[in-house]
């Protein structure tokens, strides 16, 4: 059984995201979306509205599942039985950072690898930072974000 794991904050998921589970799946026998749940981190929407989004979003993904974790993500992973870690690299300005948590954790968990995965290139200049940007000044998010959720975000801004 290829189990991976897709950490991310998902603050909230975009059509980046979204595109990186979608390939991913067809990849594994199993996704598990694993929402980050840091406590220190101001973020928009709450876990379980994130999770609750991210499982709506992929309902019709069979083997993706969706769930949260806390602390280390070599532990989570663990846990859960996930091999193999997907992350999506956008850009090189994505790289350096992503190399060293990737070494840092095959560094302590050396039977967990890390999977990168290009972003499409129609997504390659999206990120939930902007998305959040876009939307506190009421600006269109469509091109960003599915239809569905687009209404949970607005009403946070109350636009
Ligand atoms: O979507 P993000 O915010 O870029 O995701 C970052 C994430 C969740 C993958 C990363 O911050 C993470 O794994 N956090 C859990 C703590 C941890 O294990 N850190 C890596 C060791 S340095």
Redesign the pocket.
């Known amino acids: 059984m290829r189990r991976a794991i897709y ?4 603050d909230p998921v975009t059509f980046g995201h979204l595109d990186i589970i979608r390939r991913s799946a067809c990849m594994f026998d199993e996704i598990v979306v ?1 929402v ?1 749940s ?1 406590s220190a981190k101001n973020s928009l929407f709450s876990v379980s509205e994130r999770v609750s989004m991210i499982s709506e979003l992929t309902r019709d993904l069979s083997n993706v599942r969706v769930g949260s ?1 806390d ?4 532990d989570y992973a663990k846990e859960i039985d996930a091999n193999v870690i997907v ?1 999506g690299l956008r850009a090189v300005t994505d790289f350096e950072y992503e190399l ?2 990737a070494q ?2 095959r560094v302590e968990s050396p039977k967990l690898d890390t999977v990168f995965l290009t972003t499409s290139l129609e997504y390659s200049y999206l990120s ?1 930072t902007i998305v959040r940007e876009f939307a506190s000044y009421g600006g269109d998010i469509s091109r960003f974000v599915p239809a569905e959720i687009i209404p949970k975000i607005m009403a946070k801004y109350n636009k």
């Open positions: 950490p991310g904050s998902f694993g980050l840091n974790f602390g280390l993500l070599i992350r060293q948590i840092t954790n939930s």
